[in-house]
């Protein structure tokens, strides 16, 4: 421990942070800009958020676009880093890096895969939890369309488990799974999407829309209980 009072910390390293040689995403909290990134102002987002979130002792994970584009569907990169977080965190912007939070009930019940970064292991939604937070939160998503395109190149680089999938889709709203499994059996060549019906079949709500922006006419898809109130415009 060096012997230094905590309210002269902020002065002794402004002079590192006028040479753009450290970084204070947090109060309190230091991060070194590797040489590299210099011109970036700051680490990727991706080698900072772990020190974040320790930092502020907030369970996260990182999710939506941001979690498609680790898993390989990067045709629309996000302007953002999408993160869910345990409890109420406020957006940031350090660099280059953009920081959007969004506070989550279910981050302990949905399924995580640890991804290497050059700090260390972050968590990140696995294929599955991707899906369907997409499928869930449009608004996130960018939309219907892009979800769709989302879909699609998450099915085409890394064929979701179809038990897993179903499993999951309990911790979200039915809409969410609804939507999925008609965008998956519509614009994917995914296989085996008995076991998601199945269990979207035994939720008993009314009947989803599959653009919550859109209006209350179209036809019901009845396989996914869902109404296709607009035409679907994937680009990929």
């Known amino acids: 421990m060096l012997a ?5 910390v902020p002065q002794r390293m402004a002079a590192l942070k006028r040479r753009k040689e450290i970084v204070s995403p947090a109060r309190g909290l230091w991060i070194p800009v590797p040489p590299e990134y210099a011109s970036w102002g700051a680490p990727p987002a991706i080698e900072m958020i772990d020190a974040i979130m320790r930092h502020l002792r907030v369970s ?7 979690a498609a584009e680790l898993h390989g569907a990067s045709h629309h990169a996000p302007q953002v880093f999408q993160v869910a977080v345990s409890d109420t965190v406020r957006g940031r912007t350090t660099g280059r890096a953009r920081f959007i939070f969004y506070h989550r009930e279910h981050i302990q ?10 700090s260390g292991m972050v968590p990140v939604s696995s294929v599955e939890t991707t899906l369907l937070d997409i499928a869930c939160d449009l608004v996130i ?3 219907v369309d892009n979800a769709a395109n989302i879909v699609i190149e998450l099915c085409e680089e890394k064929c979701p488990d179809m038990a897993s999938l ?17 965008l998956m059996q519509n614009y994917t060549e995914v296989k085996g999407l008995d076991t998601l019906k199945a269990a979207c ?20 898809d009845q396989d996914w209980y ?3 109130n607009r035409e679907v415009s994937p680009d990929v």
């Open 109 to 118: 019940k949905v399924s995580l895969v640890q991804v290497e970064t050059r």
């Open 166 to 182: 179903a499993a999951l889709s309990w911790q979200y709203p039915a809409t969410a799974s609804r939507r999925l499994g008609h």
């Open 226 to 228: 869902i109404r296709i």
């Open 201 to 220: 079949a035994r939720r008993n709500t009314a009947l989803s829309l599959l653009d919550p922006q859109a209006g209350f006419n179209g036809p019901v």
């Open 60 to 66: 996260y994970y990182i999710g939506w676009l941001s």
């Open 141 to 143: 998503a960018g939309g």
């Open 4 to 8: 230094i009072p905590g309210s002269h």
